[in-house]
Antibody, heavy 116, light 108 residues
């Protein structure tokens, strides 16, 4: 059974970079032709797609976040990553990692709060 | 941008009711639409993809229909476990995926 788990700091200061890791177990990131992605949800609000990455490195980012987002993959660690730079309080959200553009497997989500 | 608009925002219903949630796209997305169920504190769960294909393991009381710009999610007979928030998602383009704002299904 495929499992995804987000990890990273729960508190980030404004103007700094938010960095999260998604660890995949029960399957290999590079054994499929799937995209992997990040989605976020501000407290009490709806879902926002951040972007997707293919294991070979091809990326697609939400245009509204594109200037601040970088995603990467480490197939040797079976992990993929999210960096979001120059964060503000508007970036406070639960961040989910997921498999596929139509996510069928999700991590449990991790709350990241942007505050000084 | 492709905007997705769900209606209603909140729906009150009783166990056994048949309910329908609508999702409208600001432009045609063919059948590139999915539906998710989310419960508080949990990740969303995929119910329907490609507008009408039922995800494996999802009860058959859930069904989806539509194409182009108008889509519906129908629950044929509400069960207690179905009270949750539902989201539609379009994936017409690799470079922009968008979700509807959500429909909260609550107990009447």
């Amino acid at each position: 059974q495929l499992q995804l788990q987000e990890s990273g700091p729960g508190l980030v200061k404004p103007s700094e970079t938010l960095s999260l890791t998604c660890s995949v177990s029960g399957g290999s990131i590079s054994n499929t032709n799937e995209y992997w992605g990040w989605i976020r949800q501000p407290p009490g609000k709806g879902l926002e797609w951040i972007g997707n990455i293919f294991y070979r490195g091809r990326t697609y980012y939400n245009p509204s976040l594109k200037s601040r987002v970088t995603m990467s993959v480490d197939t040797s660690k079976n992990q993929f990553y999210l960096n979001l730079s120059s964060v503000t309080t508007a970036d406070t959200a639960v961040y989910f990692c997921a498999r596929r553009r139509i996510p069928d497997y999700w991590g449990q989500g991790t709350l990241v709060t942007v505050s000084s | 941008d492709i905007q997705m608009t769900q209606s209603p925002s909140t729906l009150s219903a009783s166990v056994g009711d048949r309910v329908t949630i609508t999702c409208r796209a600001s432009q045609s997305i063919s059948s590139w639409l999915a539906w998710y169920q989310q419960k508080p504190g949990k990740a969303p769960k995929l119910l329907i993809y490609d507008a009408s294909s039922l995800e494996s393991g999802v009860p058959s009381r859930f069904s989806g229909s539509g194409s182009g710009t108008e889509f519906t999610l129908t629950i044929s007979s509400l069960q207690p476990d179905d009270f949750a928030t539902y989201y539609c998602q379009q994936y017409h383009s690799y470079s922009l995926i968008t979700f509807g704002q959500g429909t909260r299904l609550e107990i009447k």
